[in-house]
């Protein structure tokens, strides 16, 4: 599986943003897609994931209410739209693929099976 994030940038505090992950390979259906994030100084977290079977979604707390998964099967794509964004969610955003979890466990532990690169976004005060 090949994962290619685009759609960071620079945007103003309370603006928004959607983030791409186009991802290539003929097993996808097996995968949780999710996105993660790392700020200058701090570890990589967890923001949101989806299932490709199904859809289903979750969030972390940081960003519930706030950001979308969401993914088109046709093109094979999951999207993060993020909204009301902060200066805290500056960050390079990763998209990831991992098989056997789900939704709620793909911020579980260590293992990822693909990372895409990041890419990053900033949202100024």
């Given at each position: 599986?090949?994962?290619q994030?685009?759609?960071?940038?620079?945007?103003?505090?309370?603006?928004?943003?959607?983030?791409?992950c186009?991802?290539?390979?003929?097993?996808?259906?097996?995968?949780?897609?999710?996105?993660?994030?790392q700020?200058p100084?701090k570890?990589?977290?967890?923001?949101?994931?989806?299932?490709?079977s199904?859809?289903?979604?979750?969030?972390?707390?940081?960003?519930?209410g706030?950001?979308?998964?969401?993914?088109?099967?046709?093109?094979?794509?999951?999207?993060?739209?993020?909204?009301?964004?902060?200066?805290?969610?500056?960050?390079?955003?990763?998209?990831?693929?991992?098989?056997?979890?789900t939704?709620?466990?793909?911020?579980?532990?260590?293992?990822i099976?693909?990372?895409?690169?990041?890419?990053?976004?900033?949202?100024?005060?």
């Open positions: 599986v090949q994962l994030a685009s759609g960071g940038g620079l945007v103003q505090a309370g603006g928004s943003l959607r983030l791409s186009a991802a290539s390979g003929r097993t996808l259906s097996r995968y949780v897609m999710g996105w993660f994030r700020a100084g570890e990589r977290e967890f923001v949101a994931a989806i299932r490709w199904g859809g289903t979604t979750f969030y972390s707390d940081s960003v519930k706030r950001f979308t998964i969401s993914r088109d099967n046709a093109k094979n794509t999951v999207y993060l739209q993020m909204n009301s964004l902060e200066p805290e969610d500056t960050a390079v955003y990763y998209c990831a693929a991992r098989s056997f979890t939704a709620q466990t793909m911020g579980v532990g260590q293992r099976d693909y990372w895409g690169q990041g890419t990053l976004v900033t949202v100024s005060s």
